[in-house]
């Protein structure tokens, strides 16, 4: 009942919002985005940090097909589920500042899209979770080529055609291991059953992990993501870049590990290889940005290649290292982009060197916004240290000199985001930045909350580490087994 | 009292940064001083309470565990700390030391209209200084470690509307990030190799091993580089002078007393580990003995108070370096002691200078202020002796200390911290020649406005002046008759030093010599800046070509800046516009032509109305279900 509740209820909230006028929209959304929030907090009451899978519900739905309505959270998906409902309200609360036109389908499509995120994340039906997959995808399309930039319509036309080509790759793979599955149907289960050599396991990692890898994405299927990044209303950049790209994420974790494990296994060097290039690669061109929002759209290439990295090690560690980084990454990168968009409403602009001395008119901003920066940079007792530690030593212990050039994200990240930070914050005002008032209102319950889940985080990481934990082991027991098994 | 009350002593600075964070502005100056300066007097006490116990008490090692902090697969990080007589001794400097200068800045920064910030970042940092020297092991230390390197990049940017100051403070925290990739590195070594990051299962576990293996020289370099960092060391030592940008109670504290030296209590705190790597105690001492002889010569021709003494603290860090590096660790820990004495002594009184000449740091505008400012000279002069490590003040005996092992150990070694030796003893008295002696010299600021400062400031300095001349009474050699206190009581914490095998004619003689290289360092110093009166030329004169090297530093700034920054940014321009746009993004392009060449009879599909495509995508979802509810179910 909870998961029919925590896929519908958004669903619902966006017919309700997409028929109220005006800027009552807003608030309709927020509230609904509230009660899924409630919602997952009923049922984190409830959930037991097992390897089980909980709230499970299976209804038929085309039984000609074998497609069931079939759904269940274990601790991997718990995550995903709290990450999506804990930001959302954060990422409609950030957007009340502005006044949309349209404000009623702006934050329908949101809500929308939320329904999609969180079908992602919960389906055990492959049918199901191709639907999620897409169905968060279409109404961020439209929030970023309706709302967005200049260039929107271009921009956007690129990251839709470039993400819908991973999808289908990835609908490919489904039908072709629909089709070697005896039971005739797209259960997750049937699918971690099948035994599929290394050669037809090879061709079905490829096509699910150029999905993948476009949505998160991983060098170098990244191009997309920094002109989307930057042209889209931050509201779209935040849901892509703090929630979305985690499907991708997740993707890998739920559908490609267990299913493949010897196609992951084969390739997980190539993947490896690539993520680390990617972390490396986007943080050197991340130095010389001259748009703030470019800087940070290059930065995520570089920390969800150290994610990415750290998946294919196939260690707890580094599992466990992704979940945490999963939310930290998506609370700061959110953080990061809401104070560009607090800049840039009021000065019309994030170009670093139009910019300077925001710290001396507004302080407060510049507290919140060093927090983030620190928590982008991974300072032990930050939310990101977690992550990036557990990340690090997994692909440490995978090899020593792959950890070694991974671990350089630590200097380069401190490079490219204090730079940013002082060009920013520091220094004189100038005539453009005198006139800057510091954050009120909304603002200010957005940035205080982030901070203080970035601390909370960083200092008592345990209670995420142990949820997740149990699943964690599990799926690499599985995995382990059927490596064993093959061999 | 130990196991109920330790994490009293990192919680209290850490309450009054909650306090002073928050009241930052509307709390006034002296209760956000008292609050300040009290939370480190009560950590202070408390400290001193725990080390008489220790000293009673026959176990050595306390752990007090707070929660299990990082926890994933065979890898557990608790929070944890451990009490012994390390970091016994450490707590007693930190929190002593940190008291004086948060008395020392209720009047230095009085006037600043960041008094309650000030306090804030000061408390924070004694908190994470604490937790670094309270680590049970290796991550809790790294919290502590790249906490301080937060603080100093809060305090060195301090007054960050000067944007030459917030590039010091950017440039300290990405050098010192350098060095953490390496201190990070090592630990995920360590792990690897012991299965454990906890002090207390490594140390054994090492010692059973073979000296100069493999795994142990890499271990040991990858924490050296950590060390390089945070303690400023060759190559990474350029950020330190720049972090005299923050205010100067902050380089007394953070850039001379404490954080810098976290760098030799890390490894004096391994020694275990490092006295089985013989090829890495060999590189410390070579680049400990060279951060030293450079460090002293740039101090030569300073003519900033704060430089002069930011070289200094570079020296004094390579010559405990060194110490380490020929297996002197009580003597390079002596030494950590004797200058967290002198030079934030030093330090404070170059800040009592500044404060007395209205912002004033150049030498060359000083002069003849020694009748006005009787108290900060005074003090001075005896952080000056014992700097220059005349007996019978503190810097002899820990000096001496390090040498005479360097002796035994590396003539070459022992020859060059002699010649260094000599030199810090001459231009730290050319630095009170040139401030205190001879004619005053500033035509901007008339000399009858000059001002002792307040007792706030002046108590500190008495209070180092006696601990600078007394403090090496814990550690008296036994050749005069002492009983080298500190390093039997260092041997609770298992930090061991090679035994000094010297006779004592020897150890006289070596004692002679330096004794009479001061000396004559100090009749130099004399004859060129007070009989000579001598002033240091202005910038735009033409200097000697080995001054020049000096004056600039070895060129060290502008060498980095040619091999590593600029082909960085050359290499993200290339990044970025050629390989990202071009070449990426160009073949993307190419498969994205392909397809919209294909499918522009689709578009006409397309009517752009969102209002018609939610509705579509709603009557497809109702499709379905509806699909489902009658026909299926």
Known sequence: ?487 | MINSLLWLVPLLPLLGFVINGLGRNTLGKSLIGLVGSGVILASFVLSLLMFFELGGATQKQFNVDLFDWISAGNLHVPLSFLYDPLSAIMLLIITGVGFLIHIYSIGYMHEDAGFGKFFAYLNLFIFFMLVLVLGSNYIVMFIGWEGVGLCSYLLIGFWYTNSSYASAAKKAFVMNRIGDLGFLLGVFLIFTTFGSIEFAQVFPKAAAMMPGAGTLTLITILLFIGACGKSAQLPLFTWLPDAMAGPTPVSALIHAATMVTAGIYMIARSSVLFELAPTTQDIIAVVGTATALIAAIIALTQTDIKKVLAYSTVSQLGYMFLGLGVGAYTGSFFHVLTHAFFKALLFLGAGSVIHAMHHEQDMRHMGGLKGKLKTTFATMMIGTIAIAGLPPFSGFFSKDEILAHAFQENKVLWAIGLLTAFLTAFYMFRMMFLTFFGKYRNTHYAEDKVHESPSTMTFPLIVLAILAAIGGAINIPHVFGGNAWLEHWLQGANIKQHALTLDHTTEYALMGVSVLAAVVALIFAYTKYVKNAHVPVSDETERSALAKISYNKFYLDEIYDTIIRKPLDALSKFFYRVIDKKLVDGLVNGFGWTATEGSKGLRLLQSGNVGFYIFMMVLGIIALLSYTYFFIA
């Open chain 1, 1 to 487: 009942m909870e998961l029919l509740l925590l896929i519908f209820l958004p669903l619902a909230g966006a017919i309700v919002t997409s028929f109220i006028k005006g800027g009552s929209a807003k608030v309709s959304a927020l509230l609904f985005s509230l009660l899924s929030l409630c919602v997952t907090i009923g049922m984190l009451t409830q959930f037991k940090p097992d390897a089980s899978t909980q709230f499970a519900l299976n209804y038929t739905w085309i039984p000609q097909l074998g497609i069931n309505f079939n759904v269940g959270v274990d601790g991997i998906s718990m995550i995903t589920v709290i990450l999506t409902n804990v930001l959302m309200p954060l990422i409609i609360l950030a957007s009340f500042k502005h006044d949309y036109k349209n404000s009623n389908a702006f934050y329908a499509l949101i809500l929308f899209m939320q329904t999609g995120l969180i079908l992602v994340f919960v389906a055990l039906d492959a049918f199901l979770f191709y639907i999620g997959w897409e169905a968060a995808l279409i109404p961020v399309y439209f929030i970023c080529a309706m709302w967005g930039g200049k260039d929107r319509i271009k921009v956007n036309m690129k990251f839709f055609v470039y993400t819908i080509a991973g999808s289908l790759f990835m609908l490919l793979g489904i039908i072709y291991l629909y089709l070697q599955n005896p039971s005739n149907n797209f259960d997750i289960n049937a699918f971690y059953a099948l035994k599929l050599d290394s050669y037809h396991q090879g061709w079905v990692f490829w096509a699910f992990f150029i999905a993948f890898a476009i949505k998160m994405p991983i060098f170098p299927f990244h191009t997309w993501q920094p002109d989307t990044y930057t042209e889209a209303p931050t509201t779209g950049t935040m849901l892509l870049s703090g929630i979305m790209l985690k499907m991708g994420i997740y993707g890998v974790v739920r559908w490609l590990l267990p299913i493949v494990p010897q196609g992951v296994n084969d390739w997980a060097c190539l993947a490896l290889i690539l993520s680390v290039i990617g972390i490396v690669y986007a943080s050197i061109i991340a130095f010389k940005q001259k748009n703030a929002k470019r800087l940070v759209a290059y930065s995520s290439i570089g920390h969800v290649g150290l994610i990415a990295a750290g998946i294919f090690t196939l260690t707890t560690q580094g599992l466990q290292g992704t979940m945490v980084q999963m939310l930290s990454h998506g609370v700061n990168v959110i953080g990061l982009f809401f104070v560009l968009d607090i800049i840039s409403s009021q000065l019309k602009t994030n170009k670093i060197e139009e910019l300077g001395g925001l710290a001396k008119v507004a302080p407060q901003l510049a507290i919140t916004f060093l927090i983030i920066v620190l928590g982008t940079v991974a300072l032990p007792g930050t939310n990101g240290f977690v992550g990036e530690f557990l990340l690090l030593y997994s692909v440490y212990t995978h090899n020593i000199w792959m950890g070694a050039i991974a671990g350089l994200t630590i200097i380069f990240g401190a490079v490219y985001m204090l730079r940013m930070y002082q060009r920013v914050m520091l220094g004189t005002t100038n005539e453009l930045t005198l006139t800057f008032t510091d954050i009120k209102g909304t603002e200010k319950i957005v940035l205080y909350t982030i901070c203080v889940l970035i601390v909370v985080m960083g200092v008592y990481p345990k209670p995420i580490l142990h949820l997740s934990e149990a699943s964690v082991q599990q799926l690499l027991d599985q995995v382990n087994q059927k490596l064993t098994g093959v061999n």
